[in-house]
């Protein structure tokens, strides 16, 4: 389909683009983070991938994704198209690479599309799988990017993530003044509070990295802190709250206990004491009091994990991971899960006992076993959570819901005895 063309090319000034991000063929490996949302939306280090290109090429980006999310995703097509592999993270290398491209010219790591510049006209026949014999591909080969293909790549990657963005957010910047109240260890030019930003009465080590607090978000008094640390707008750690680094609170997440590098992707909560690492929530997630997962198997062997595609758990090449969580999902207090646990959508967790591994969508139950979350309750209960942060469930929220409710019927086999 592409040709592999090695040219030198003078840099063009970045402008205004009309982003195009699609989900590739590995996309059901990301699930079930992705029933819910393009690849695009996951968040890794301060922002979601989508935001991270929105700001590099100062334009909007929309969706090449499944069909049932495109009402609440569209896509938006322009007569200038830059296309882009959803689950590519810019680097400032890529950044420019992407920037030099001309009409009808692609980025490839080996067969793989990462980034093409495309017209209407081709953009269409390249939407309706017709060859594109003038496409000429530019093989990547060394330059360094981060690319998303299995849940525990967000929390893997989010050091690395979260510096990148802290410099792209920061660059040219004053921090809001930090109230002297607070111990700070390593330098202040690693801290960056935004505007309406509180902290007080912490401990902030930035040695190991850098803290990032959002707009309007807070830190209570006696937490302590080692970076990197990202807090995005409205996100509250609680007092006491002990964070280890790399560690992301999306936008009005609130989080308490100890967390050592867990990304909550957004209005999720983990507001009391109990243990969470080496771990991804969704949106609308929330982990009861005392609750814990263990990130570190007792005979510390190779973590292996759910893995959709396969219907089986396979290898992770990790030694320490703990939980990835769909969006809607609860756990009671207490609640114990193991080591490499996948938790699917609007599940609601409770009862003594570790869970299973794997815990399809919309069951409720534990241990002891499971039944189906009605789907009519599973909207009431969503009503309620995104209620308390302004957040309106639409229809579009519903038919998502729907269809992963069918998507994911083969994996509660209690429903086979029906």
């Known amino acids: 389909m592409f040709q592999s063309e090695h040219e030198t090319k003078s840099?063009?000034?970045?402008?205004?683009?009309?982003?195009?991000?699609?989900?590739?063929?590995?996309?059901?490996?990301?699930?079930?983070?992705v029933y819910t949302r393009p690849v695009g939306e996951l968040r890794v280090g301060i922002l979601t991938i989508r935001e991270k290109w929105e700001r590099y090429l100062k334009g909007r980006a929309s969706y090449i994704t499944q069909d049932y999310l495109m009402g609440k995703y569209p896509i938006h097509v322009s007569g200038e198209n830059i296309v882009i592999n959803g689950g590519v993270c810019p680097s400032d290398?890529?950044?420019?690479?992407?920037?030099?491209?001309?009409?009808?010219?692609?980025?490839?790591?080996?067969?793989?599309?990462?980034?093409?510049?495309?017209?209407?006209?081709?953009?269409?026949?390249?939407?309706?799988?017709?060859?594109?014999?003038?496409?000429?591909?530019?093989?990547?080969?060394?330059t360094p990017y981060i690319r998303i293909r299995h849940p525990y790549?967000?929390?893997?990657?989010?050091?690395?993530?979260?510096?990148?963005?802290?410099?792209?957010?920061?660059?040219n910047r004053t921090s809001e003044r930090?109230?002297?109240?607070?111990?700070?260890?390593?330098?202040?030019?690693?801290?960056?509070?935004?505007?309406?930003?509180k902290v007080e009465c912490s401990i902030l080590n930035a040695s190991k990295g850098p803290i990032y607090v959002g707009a309007n978000a807070e830190i209570m008094e006696g937490c302590i802190i080692r970076g990197p640390l990202a807090m995005n707008e409205g996100a509250v750690l609680k007092m006491g709250a002990k964070i280890y680094g790399a560690t992301t609170l999306g936008p009005h997440c609130k989080v308490g206990g100890e967390v050592n590098n867990v990304v909550f992707t957004g209005y999720s909560n983990k507001g009391h004491d109990g243990f969470l690492g080496n771990a991804v929530l969704g949106e609308w997630c929330n982990i009861g009091a005392d609750s814990n997962n263990s990130n570190l198997k007792n005979n510390y062997a190779q973590v292996k994990l759910w893995d959709y595609p396969s219907g089986k758990f396979k290898k992770t090449g990790l030694q320490f991971?703990?939980?990835?969580?769909?969006?809607?999902?609860?756990?009671?207090?207490?609640t114990m899960f193991n080591t490499g646990t996948v938790v699917g959508v609007s599940t609601n967790i409770y009862g003594s006992g570790f869970p299973r591994n794997f815990v399809p969508s919309f069951a409720w139950g534990g241990a002891s076993g499971?039944?189906?979350?009605?789907?009519?309750?599973?909207?009431?209960?969503?009503?309620?959570?995104?209620?308390?942060?302004?957040?309106?469930?639409?229809?579009?929220?519903?038919?998502?819901?729907?269809?992963?409710?069918?998507?994911?019927?083969s994996y509660r086999a209690w429903e086979k005895g029906a």
């Open 11 to 33: 840099e063009k000034p970045t402008m205004s683009a009309n982003i195009i991000l699609f989900d590739d063929e590995r996309r059901d490996h990301l699930l079930p983070l």
């Open 93 to 142: 290398m890529l950044f420019r690479l992407v920037n030099e491209l001309d009409f009808n010219e692609a980025l490839l790591q080996g067969d793989d599309l990462i980034a093409a510049k495309l017209d209407a006209h081709q953009f269409e026949r390249l939407m309706n799988d017709q060859e594109v014999d003038s496409l000429k591909g530019f093989d990547l080969e060394d």
């Open 153 to 171: 790549d967000i929390f893997m990657y989010n050091d690395e993530a979260l510096r990148q963005d802290f410099a792209l957010l920061t660059r």
């Open 178 to 197: 930090i109230s002297n109240t607070n111990t700070i260890i390593g330098s202040e030019d690693d801290i960056f509070l935004e505007k309406g930003a």
């Open 321 to 334: 991971c703990g939980l990835i969580m769909g969006d809607h999902s609860k756990c009671g207090i207490n």
């Open 370 to 409: 499971y039944m189906t979350f009605k789907l009519e309750k599973a909207y009431e209960t969503a009503r309620i959570m995104m209620a308390r942060r302004g957040v309106e469930l639409d229809d579009e929220d519903k038919k998502i819901m729907e269809h992963v409710m069918e998507a994911s019927k």
